[in-house]
């Protein structure tokens, strides 16, 4: 609530809009825990107070942390007994790297110096809490010793906040993560930081040395000029460190990527780093649950593949609970349906998996589950609209056999269908077995219950470099300008990071850490036209889904401009009756498939399930009316609209359009009405009264077995399904008359 007082002050309506309208849906939302900036606020204070030349008595330092005393800027007083302990193993690793680099041991003939060094610096990390580290790959440049360091992966964003020091050190198949460390002798400091082209793209710098204000600040600078990921530690990291509680790998990259620099946000698709991976929890935890959902969908950029690609690379720490990522856009299209099984045997090899041999890949994925209690195979399938499409006409073989596999092993098997438009209307189709394997998880923007993982989408990314929100309703705001979709998110955090990492660069004297984002680089950034033009591609791929779709929107979007010149109000959005007369007088070809009301309105929910629309009550608008405005002023739009309806509908025909069949007929009922019936019935807030007609030659004597029919099939999840008592049209209107006067005395 005070997030919204401090958008009203600030004018700032959008945002206020998009707040209020979650907060009626789905009650007010937790704040979040707040950017983890206060260690990197207490470290640059600590910095000011040491001045530009730090020293530190690090000699002295272990045992003040074992007695628990004060020395100078230290104070490890209000440690408990552990962290002491932690403390003071820190400390002396670090005393002892310090004393290998140095020139005197170097010249020591006693064992190998460089590696004293590489066992010396893996005694810090371990200190610092990497687990089993090991130093391989010695090298000796002139001003730095390096070393490839082994260790168990990162893959946790409490416990590393950016994928480039995390889940991303692990390459391929293998078990260990591998970081690049560079050590730092006294007296060699400027020397690397006037090479640090030379260093490796991603790696950890450890400074024997404190450094002073003018090496932090240029090794900062040349870091954000840079594409590389540094991590940066001194002595004065390492003693702050020291003082902390509990003071693990977190709190390491805390301190030492803002004085370096990283990638924290990732605006291609296919990367689904653990790290920039937010939200989503209710929907993974349910298509995990073998006995949970098996469709995933949503419009494009809106995180289907990588809720996958999440599931894939989180439950599979296990070698008898396997998940499978598989890529099946061309089965059903240029490929045959059979094929689906040649890429799951694909995914398997990749994997790993030995299988007992068996006739089929079929039987030997049952044979894989059944021979060991507690084996698990979670196959997801992505971009499968073609595939499903084709199992349509062909009634369902594939699905079928998928459907047998699940059911043969209790489970222990589980198919997800993940695409986009054409899963959730061949899930609604009541005559494919398609409705035995639970209700379909729809993948939108992050709104609901998702809101605070979305805000951290925002805030923690910026803090990991040192950024911070200079007013924290900013977040917000950001979000609020692309619509909460989590692409967008990706791609505009990374606009903002870089112009911030050019200020930084560009700066000339002193930085405040944390340094504040403040409201006009983001606005600058989202009117960037390079992020304009992408914001723009990514919303066409949704709408060129359906050419309904497109129209539908831009329709929507030229009446909004209308009422906006009038002065009307265009927050709340129109009636389906509205969009719909727009809509076919624009293009009436467009839409003679979808001649009812009914019809038309099942394509606007479908658009609301693909993040373009937002429904508030009976009323439909543009979910982000900043991205709409993209799409260009009254005059483009309609000049784009023109050239719509200039071609002849291409629209691929509806599954949904098709009737079921009954016996040797068909119902009266297309597949589409049936799902709005089924969506009535089940719905608590539903009507109570349903009024269902026909002409006698659209099968008016078949409505009455068509509706019992549709209430006993698994399309109906209601323990006891009504039917239908009576089709005369007499006993209609008395039974109707009566629910009136049961819901209302007053009526006649």
Same mark, same amino acid.
């Given at each position: 609530?005070?997030?919204?007082?401090?958008?009203?002050?600030?004018?700032?309506? !959008?945002?206020?809009?998009?707040?209020?309208?979650?907060?009626?849906?789905?009650?007010?939302?937790?704040?979040?825990?707040?950017?983890?900036?206060?260690?990197?606020?207490?470290?640059?204070?600590?910095?000011?107070?040491?001045?530009?030349?730090?020293?530190?008595?690090?000699?002295?330092?272990?045992?003040?942390?074992?007695?628990?005393?004060?020395?100078?800027?230290?104070?490890?007083?209000?440690?408990?007994?552990?962290?002491?302990e932690r403390s003071t193993r820190l400390l002396e690793?670090?005393?002892?790297?310090?004393?290998?680099?140095?020139?005197?041991?170097?010249?020591?003939?006693?064992?190998?110096?460089?590696?004293?060094?590489?066992?010396?610096?893996?005694?810090?990390?371990?200190?610092?809490?990497?687990?089993?580290?090991?130093?391989?790959?010695?090298?000796?440049?002139?001003?730095?010793?390096?070393?490839?360091?082994?260790?168990?992966?990162?893959?946790?964003?409490?416990?590393?906040?950016?994928?480039?020091? !995390?889940?991303?050190?692990?390459?391929?198949?293998?078990?260990?993560?591998?970081?690049?460390?560079?050590?730092?002798?006294?007296?060699?400091?400027?020397?690397?930081?006037?090479?640090?082209?030379?260093?490796?793209?991603?790696?950890?710098?450890?400074?024997?040395?404190?450094?002073?204000?003018?090496?932090?600040?240029?090794?900062?600078?040349?870091?954000?000029?840079?594409?590389?990921?540094?991590?940066?530690?001194?002595?004065? +990291?390492?003693?702050?460190?020291?003082?902390?509680?509990?003071? !693990?790998?977190?709190?390491?990259?805390?301190?030492?990527?803002?004085?370096?620099?990283?990638?924290?946000?990732?605006?291609?698709?296919?990367?689904?780093?653990?790290?920039?991976?937010?939200?989503?929890?209710?929907?993974?935890?349910?298509?995990?649950?073998?006995?949970?959902?098996?469709?995933?969908?949503?419009?494009?950029?809106?995180?289907?593949?990588?809720?996958?690609?999440?599931?894939?690379?989180?439950?599979?720490?296990?070698?008898?609970?396997?998940?499978?990522?598989?890529?099946?856009?061309?089965?059903?299209?240029?490929?045959?349906?059979?094929?689906?099984?040649?890429?799951?045997?694909?995914?398997?090899?990749?994997?790993?998996?030995?299988?007992?041999?068996?006739?089929?890949?079929?039987?030997?994925?049952?044979?894989?589950?059944?021979?060991?209690?507690?084996?698990?195979?979670?196959?997801?399938?992505?971009?499968?609209?073609?595939?499903?499409?084709?199992?349509?006409?062909?009634?369902?073989?594939?699905?079928?056999?998928?459907?047998?596999?699940?059911?043969?092993?209790?489970?222990?098997?589980?198919?997800?269908?993940?695409?986009?438009?054409?899963?959730?209307?061949?899930?609604?189709?009541?005559?494919?077995?398609?409705?035995?394997?639970?209700?379909?998880?729809?993948?939108?923007?992050?709104?609901?219950?998702?809101?605070?993982?979305?805000?951290?989408?925002?805030?923690?990314?910026?803090?990991?470099?040192?950024?911070?929100?200079?007013?924290?309703?900013?977040?917000?705001?950001?979000?609020?300008?692309? !619509?909460?979709?989590?692409?967008?998110?990706?791609?505009?955090?990374?606009?903002?990071?870089?112009?911030?990492?050019?200020?930084?660069?560009?700066?000339?004297?002193?930085?405040?850490?944390?340094?504040?984002?403040?409201?006009?680089?983001?606005?600058?950034?989202?009117?960037?036209?390079?992020?304009?033009?992408?914001?723009?591609?990514?919303?066409?791929?949704?709408?060129?889904?359906?050419?309904?779709?497109?129209?539908?929107?831009?329709?929507?979007?030229?009446?909004?401009?209308?009422?906006?010149?009038?002065?009307?109000? +265009?927050?709340?959005?129109?009636?389906?009756?509205?969009?719909?007369?727009?809509?076919?007088?624009?293009?009436?070809?467009?839409?003679?498939? +979808?001649?009812?009301?009914?019809?038309? +309105?099942?394509?606007?929910?479908?658009?609301?399930?693909?993040?373009?629309?937002?429904?508030?009550?009976?009323?439909?608008?543009?979910?982000?009316?900043?991205?709409?405005?993209?799409?260009?002023?009254?005059?483009?739009?309609?000049?784009?609209?023109?050239?719509?309806?200039?071609?002849?509908?291409?629209?691929?025909?509806?599954?949904?359009?098709?009737?079921?069949?009954?016996?040797?007929?068909?119902?009266?009922?297309?597949?589409?009405?049936?799902?709005?019936?089924?969506?009535?019935?089940?719905?608590?807030?539903?009507?109570?009264?349903?009024?269902?007609?026909?002409?006698?030659?659209?099968?008016?004597?078949?409505?009455?077995?068509?509706?019992?029919?549709?209430?006993?099939?698994p399309a109906v999840p209601l323990a006891s399904p009504?039917?239908?008592?009576?089709?005369?049209?007499?006993?209609?209107?008395?039974?109707?008359?009566?629910?009136?006067?049961?819901?209302?005395?007053?009526?006649?």
């Amino acid at each position: 609530l005070q997030d919204c007082r401090a958008q009203l002050e600030r004018g700032d309506l !959008g945002t206020l809009a998009e707040e209020v309208d979650q907060i009626e849906k789905h009650g007010i939302a937790d704040a979040g825990d707040g950017a983890p900036l206060s260690l990197l606020r207490r470290f640059a204070e600590l910095l000011k107070a040491a001045g530009d030349k730090p020293s530190v008595p690090i000699g002295n330092l272990p045992k003040a942390a074992r007695e628990g005393d004060t020395l100078e800027l230290f104070d490890f007083t209000a440690l408990k007994p552990l962290d002491r302990e932690r403390s003071t193993r820190l400390l002396e690793a670090w005393n002892m790297l310090r004393r290998t680099t140095s020139p005197g041991l170097r010249r020591d003939k006693r064992g190998d110096p460089l590696a004293k060094v590489g066992s010396a610096a893996a005694d810090v990390l371990a200190a610092l809490g990497f687990n089993g580290v090991r130093a391989k790959d010695p090298k000796r440049d002139k001003s730095w010793f390096q070393f490839s360091m082994a260790t168990l992966p990162l893959r946790d964003r409490e416990i590393c906040p950016v994928a480039t020091f !995390g889940s991303e050190r692990v390459n391929g198949n293998e078990r260990d993560a591998h970081y690049p460390v560079i050590v730092v002798s006294p007296g060699e400091i400027d020397a690397c930081i006037g090479s640090f082209d030379q260093l490796p793209e991603q790696a950890i710098i450890l400074f024997t040395d404190p450094l002073d204000a003018r090496q932090r600040r240029d090794l900062q600078r040349k870091a954000r000029r840079s594409t590389r990921s540094i991590a940066v530690a001194d002595t004065m +990291t390492i003693a702050a460190l020291a003082t902390t509680r509990d003071a !693990g790998t977190r709190q390491f990259f805390e301190l030492a990527i803002p004085y370096g620099s990283s990638h924290t946000y990732s605006d291609t698709s296919a990367d689904t780093a653990i790290e920039n991976f937010f939200g989503r929890d209710t929907e993974m935890r349910a298509l995990v649950d073998s006995r949970g959902p098996c469709f995933v969908y949503g419009g494009r950029q809106l995180g289907k593949t990588a809720l996958l690609k999440q599931i894939e690379l989180r439950e599979n720490g296990n070698d008898d609970r396997v998940a499978l990522y598989c890529y099946i856009k061309p089965v059903g299209a240029t490929e045959g349906a059979d094929d689906v099984w040649k890429e799951i045997q694909r995914r398997v090899q990749a994997r790993g998996m030995v299988l007992p041999k068996a006739a089929s890949i079929q039987e030997q994925l049952k044979a894989w589950v059944l021979q060991k209690a507690g084996r698990y195979l979670l196959i997801m399938l992505d971009e499968a609209d073609a595939f499903l499409a084709g199992e349509m006409k062909a009634n369902f073989p594939i699905i079928e056999q998928m459907k047998a596999m699940m059911e043969d092993t209790q489970r222990a098997i589980k198919f997800v269908f993940a695409g986009l438009h054409n899963v959730q209307r061949f899930y609604r189709a009541p005559n494919s077995p398609l409705l035995h394997l639970g209700l379909p998880v729809n993948v939108g923007p992050l709104l609901g219950g998702d809101r605070v993982a979305a805000r951290q989408m925002a805030i923690a990314p910026m803090a990991a470099l040192g950024f911070e929100f200079e007013d924290q309703i900013d977040a917000y705001h950001m979000l609020s300008l692309i !619509g909460f979709y989590p692409s967008l998110m990706q791609s505009f955090g990374k606009a903002v990071v870089t112009a911030m990492n050019a200020q930084l660069g560009r700066s000339s004297g002193p930085v405040s850490m944390p340094f504040r984002i403040k409201r006009d680089v983001i606005d600058a950034c989202f009117n960037q036209q390079t992020f304009r033009t992408s914001v723009v591609r990514k919303l066409q791929k949704t709408l060129e889904l359906d050419e309904r779709y497109e129209l539908i929107t831009y329709a929507v979007w030229s009446r909004m401009q209308d009422d906006s010149v009038a002065g009307l109000s +265009t927050a709340f959005g129109y009636t389906a009756f509205e969009i719909s007369r727009q809509s076919r007088d624009w293009w009436p070809a467009g839409f003679a498939e +979808t001649e009812s009301l009914e019809s038309f +309105t099942a394509i606007l929910d479908e658009m609301e399930e693909m993040g373009v629309l937002a429904r508030k009550g009976d009323l439909y608008a543009l979910r982000s009316q900043r991205i709409a405005a993209m799409l260009g002023g009254k005059t483009e739009i309609e000049s784009r609209m023109q050239e719509l309806i200039e071609r002849p509908p291409t629209r691929s025909p509806d599954p949904l359009s098709s009737h079921r069949r009954m016996g040797a007929r068909w119902s009266p009922l297309a597949l589409r009405q049936e799902a709005a019936l089924v969506r009535h019935l089940t719905d608590p807030a539903g009507p109570r009264i349903f009024l269902i007609g026909a002409a006698p030659p659209a099968g008016l004597d078949r409505l009455g077995d068509a509706i019992n029919e549709l209430f006993a099939s698994p399309a109906v999840p209601l323990a006891s399904p009504p039917r239908l008592k009576d089709a005369d049209p007499a006993t209609i209107i008395e039974v109707a008359g009566r629910q009136r006067r049961q819901a209302s005395p007053e009526c006649p």
